[in-house]
């Protein structure tokens, strides 16, 4: 079992940056692959961007290539992701997801824990 607690969201303006952390806690951490989800009202759950149990592969969904950078830190079981030049269309409720699979995969069904989702709103 793995618990996972995000912090980190809020209010910012179109432009601005946030850096939501998501800790983990139950299992080893470096065994999870960890992805970053997001959810707009009205809208299904998404895929943001992963990143491989070293931290050394990332893989991004076109709408925040070159704007969002996950990187995680194993010895603080910690993933983060930093969020730059924030748009309107952002606005959502994040969450991370650990998945303890091999290879990076953007199908939320194939996580198997979640956090409880930390609220992002990009104001124009």
């Known amino acids: 079992q793995v618990q996972l607690v995000e912090s980190g969201g809020g209010l910012v303006q179109a432009g601005g940056s946030l850096r939501l952390s998501c800790v983990a806690s139950?299992?080893?951490?470096?065994?999870?692959?960890m992805g970053w989800f997001r959810q707009a009202p009205g809208k299904e759950r998404e895929f943001v961007g992963a990143?491989?149990?070293?931290?050394?592969?990332?893989n991004y969904a076109d709408s925040v290539k070159g704007r969002f950078t996950i990187s995680r830190d194993n010895a603080k079981n910690t993933v983060y992701l930093q969020m730059n030049s924030l748009k309107p269309e952002d606005t959502a409720v994040y969450y991370c997801?650990?998945?303890?699979?091999?290879?990076?995969?953007?199908?939320?069904?194939?996580?198997?824990?979640w956090g409880q989702g930390s609220q992002v709103t990009v104001s124009s």
């Open positions: 139950g299992r080893t951490f470096s065994v999870f692959i």
């Open positions: 997801a650990a998945d303890a699979s091999w290879v990076i995969r953007v199908s939320p069904d194939e996580y198997d824990y």
């Open positions: 990143i491989s149990r070293s931290g050394s592969h990332t």
